[in-house]
T-cell receptor
Framework: QKEVEQNSGPLSVPEGAIASLNCTYSDRGSQSFFWYRQYSGKSPELIMS????GDKEDGRFTAQLNKASQYVSLLIRDSQPSDSATYLCAVDRDDKIIFGKGTRLHILP | GAGVSQSPSNKVTEKGKDVELRCDPISGHTALYWYRQSLGQGLEFLIYFQGNSAPDKSGLPSDRFSAERTGGSVSTLTIQRTQQEDSAVYLC??????????????FGPGTRLTVT
């Protein structure tokens, strides 16, 4: 099992709909979880961090963490074409930050 | 500026030459990371610094790669005797701390290395 797994996509979502991005991780000891957005040809930029079980909202973005099931998700409400990018999930484990391969999201105008 | 800076932004070098890539982290950030990203691929972890020491060098691909950090600030990644497979974007990131709160990483714009 890969340490951090994401569906590579592409995930196509109509403009205005909710985009749901999922990530699973292998180490139950992980404590810190991050979502990054990466536009083509650009470096990753931090969207959100989450440390506790439950939901964390920031504008149109909601991160959800379920440690018992070892998954973390990112919801994007009212999706815009500018949200089209690759979304990277990252998990802190044993003093390392492990990145998933990313999910390509395509918002359909 | 307040962000992570990297130089050069682009570097073209001939196979066999040495290159040095520089990273200037956000002021006050104690942790610094180097990653490599090939076209269309995910992030490949190379090395991490806490202060000036590098507790984790496990990602360095070969002994041609080395890195140092001085004064708890600027870091340089050196690749000796470059090979074509070293061509990639080299990304640097810094964070306030490591692990729990403060572990959020902020990335620089990257250095695109092309080995001909």
């Amino acid at each position: 099992q890969k340490e951090v797994e994401q569906n590579s996509g592409p995930l196509s979502v109509p403009e205005g709909a909710i985009a749901s991005l999922n990530c699973t991780y292998s180490d139950r000891g992980s404590q810190s979880f991050f979502w990054y957005r990466q536009y083509s040809g650009k470096s990753p930029e931090l969207i959100m961090s989450i440390y506790s079980n439950g939901d964390k909202e920031d504008g149109r973005f909601t991160a959800q963490l379920n440690k018992a099931s070892q998954y973390v998700s990112l919801l994007i409400r009212d999706s815009q074409p500018s949200d089209s990018a690759t979304y990277l999930c990252a998990v802190d484990r044993d003093d390392k930050i492990i990145f998933g391969k990313g999910t390509r999201l395509h918002i359909l105008p | 500026g307040a962000g992570v800076s990297q130089s050069p932004s682009n570097k073209v070098t001939e196979k066999g030459k040495d290159v040095e890539l520089r990273c200037d982290p956000i002021s006050g950030h104690t942790a610094l990371y180097w990653y490599r990203q090939s076209l269309g691929q995910g992030l490949e972890f190379l090395i991490y610094f806490q202060g000036n020491s590098a507790p984790d060098k496990s990602g360095l691909p070969s002994d041609r790669f080395s890195a140092e950090r001085t004064g708890g600030s600027v870091s340089t990644l050196t690749i000796q005797r470059t090979q074509q497979e070293d061509s990639a974007v080299y990304l640097c990131a810094s964070s306030l701390a490591r692990g729990w709160v403060g572990g959020e990483q902020y990335f620089g714009p990257g250095t695109r290395l092309t080995v001909t």
